[in-house]
């Protein structure tokens, strides 16, 4: 399996319009950040999880020209902004986008996109197919997907385990109840927003300590905002085996 990091900023993406700060004015590529998205191609699959408003930018730049599912983690508008071009898919593939989420994320879906899902539609709206996820695993074709329960302030979001890889972002608190999912892993991607805590992401302490809990062979830190510092700066104070993630990286899995 490989994954592509198409996004990794915090909601406004990084550089965040107007802001003189070293980081968002860094020329560094990998201090520039779309939002947080990854793809992931296992087999013949192809899917992405979060179709954010960068979404249309980042599958032309990655050249992704098949794509089958979408994954939704929770239903913030900087994760579901560019659903309306899965249009390109709906023409390349000849069939309407799967998109998985939960109950609440998929009533969020119609009403925000509610021109996609009336009895007469408009000729070209985007073609979607809703499927309803819980904490239960489930399939997308032959690959199994298993729900990692986490709260982003006080609203139930999910990350995903996928074999031996976990994403989760866009969470402040991970329950007891769920860490047993994050045993074993080759790979552990997590959000980590800030050096001080926020109200509803892990900082990078906070983020550090669930990787120190679950040992993963590496991680990488995810949804990063510009008060987490130059990217330069920030490797040389990771441990080994962290790695802060950056728009176009991909590994193996
Ligand atoms: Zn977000
Ligand atoms: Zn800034
Ligand atoms: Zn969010």
Do not use: W
């Not at 199994?144 to 609203?155: C, D, S």
């Not at 890889?165 to 980590?192: C, F, G």
């Not at 300590?209 to 104070?237: E, F, V």
């Not at 085996?241 to 728009?247: G, Q």
């Amino acid at each position: 399996m490989q994954l592509t990091f198409l996004g990794t900023g915090t909601s406004q993406g990084v550089p965040i319009i107007g802001c003189k700060c070293s980081v968002c004015q860094s020329a560094d590529p990998r201090d520039q950040r779309l939002r947080t998205s990854v793809h992931i191609q296992s087999d013949g699959l192809s899917f992405v999880i979060d179709s954010g408003p960068d979404f249309r930018q980042q599958m032309l730049h990655e050249k992704i020209d098949a794509l089958d599912a979408i994954l939704f983690t929770h239903d913030h508008k900087d994760h579901t902004a560019g659903l309306d071009d899965v249009r390109a898919y709906n023409h390349l593939m000849q069939k309407p986008m799967q998109v998985y989420g939960e109950e609440y994320v998929l009533s969020t879906i119609k009403r925000e996109f509610s021109y996609a899902f009336t009895e007469k539609k408009y000729p070209g709206v985007p073609e979607i197919e809703l499927n309803t996820i819980d904490d239960r695993p489930f399939f997308i074709e032959n690959l199994k997907i298993i729900p990692i329960r986490g709260v982003h302030f006080k609203l139930p979001v999910l990350g995903f385990r996928i074999g031996n890889l976990a994403y989760l972002t866009d969470m402040n608190q991970l329950p007891e109840s769920e860490r047993y999912k994050l045993k074993d892993l080759d790979v552990l991607i997590i959000n980590a927003l800030r050096i001080k805590t926020h109200v509803s992401h892990f900082n990078l302490e906070q983020a550090l300590d669930i990787i120190k809990l679950s040992q993963p062979k590496q991680a990488y830190l995810t949804h990063i905002s510009h008060k987490l510092g130059l990217y330069q700066d920030l490797i040389q104070q990771l441990p080994s085996k962290v790695l802060p993630a950056y728009d176009g990286l991909k590994i193996t899995f």
